[in-house]
């Protein structure tokens, strides 16, 4: 920020959503190591030295995003289990959440999945701890529908990783069959339905 000139909690907020914006649209197109503080600074219309009082690296600014992300949808969830008391209406609608996260931190979580190891040790251990916590939540739904019965007993944290890629699979599909809701809703149907006739 411009020496000299205090920026209030929200402007300072502000500052910081616009810099996360710019950086994950630099990594989208770009990829990690193409992306450079100094093009983060230019198209956020800022010095590097400002960018700096923010974040003091990429790094920083991509964890500090996708876990803004990810606590903000573990919250949601939260509130779906507190008001959904069918297993199975809880899974989708916390599927439904899951599809609505922007497309922009999608793309950069899946880069992390293939691509962390570009990061620093600290934030390699930060992003694993939040990602944990996105898919034991889910995790806890699937085994609260096999407590009660209502699932059949599985590999939940196994159900869990597939669901959560099944969404990836949907949104950058290069044949669409439907819109992604649709698509979703079939994914659920096959997942807790099966595909034999029947269901057997």
């Known amino acids: 920020m411009p020496k000299g000139i205090m920026l209030t909690p929200e402007q300072q907020e502000a500052r910081r959503e616009e ?3 710019v950086t994950l649209r630099l ?3 770009n ?3 193409k992306t450079s503080m100094r093009e983060i600074a230019v198209l956020a219309n800022m010095g590097k030295s400002s960018l700096y009082d923010f974040f003091k690296t990429k790094d920083e600014i991509i964890v500090y995003a996708v876990e ?3 606590e903000e949808t573990i919250q949601k969830f939260q509130r779906i289990i507190a008001d959904e008391s069918s297993p199975e209406q809880c899974l989708r609608k916390i599927m439904r959440k899951h599809l609505q996260v922007p497309k922009q931190y999608r793309t950069v979580l899946m880069w992390l999945n293939t691509e962390s190891d570009h990061l620093e040790e600290e934030y390699r251990k930060r992003l694993k701890a939040m990602r944990y916590k996105y898919q034991d939540i889910i995790k806890s739904v699937i085994e609260n529908g096999e407590s009660a019965g209502i699932f059949r007993k599985t590999d939940a944290g196994l159900l869990t990783r597939l669901l959560i890629n099944s969404v990836m699979a949907i949104v950058y ?3 669409p069959s439907a819109s ?3 698509m ?3 994914t659920m149907n096959i997942f807790l339905h099966g595909i034999m006739n029947g269901g057997e």
């Open 19 to 21: 810099i996360i914006g």
């Open 27 to 29: 990594v989208a197109e």
């Open 31 to 33: 990829g990690f190591q």
């Open 68 to 70: 803004k992300i990810i």
């Open 173 to 175: 599909t290069s044949r």
């Open 180 to 182: 992604p809701e649709t």
């Open 184 to 186: 979703l809703d079939e």
